[in-house]
């Protein structure tokens, strides 16, 4: 499995982005998606999970109710929508998948909030 994370850049504090992160490969038997970021001096934590089924989608106390994950199963990929972003949200973000018992992470990129 490859993913390929997309939608990164600078943007202002309280303004909006939205993440993408694509699969290719050997793709069958994902059970879900996750985002995770990691800040500047900061372990990686993680954002939101939405799993492969019933769409069931988890986050993080310090993003719920400001983004969102979603996917799209005719593009296998999972996007991010990201929304009153705060300056703590600046960090290098990462998209995985849980495929049977094997993790699969993508390169991150990097998300950065100014005041």
């Known amino acids: 499995v490859q993913l390929q994370a997309s939608g990164g850049g600078l943007v202002q504090a309280g303004g909006s982005m939205r993440l993408s992160c694509a699969a290719s490969?050997?793709?069958?038997?994902?059970?879900?998606w996750e985002w995770y970021r990691q800040g500047p001096g900061k372990q990686r934590e993680w954002v939101a999970t939405?799993?492969?089924?019933?769409?069931?989608?988890t986050y993080a106390d310090s993003v719920r109710g400001r983004f969102t994950i979603s996917r799209d199963n005719a593009k296998n990929t999972v996007y991010l929508q990201m929304n009153s972003l705060e300056l703590e949200d600046t960090a290098v973000y990462y998209c995985?998948?849980?495929?049977?018992?094997?993790?699969?992470w993508g390169r991150g990129t990097q998300v950065t909030v100014s005041s």
């Open positions: 490969g050997s793709i069958g038997g994902i059970n879900a």
């Open positions: 939405i799993t492969a089924g019933t769409s069931t989608t």
């Open positions: 995985n998948v849980h495929r049977m018992s094997t993790i699969y």
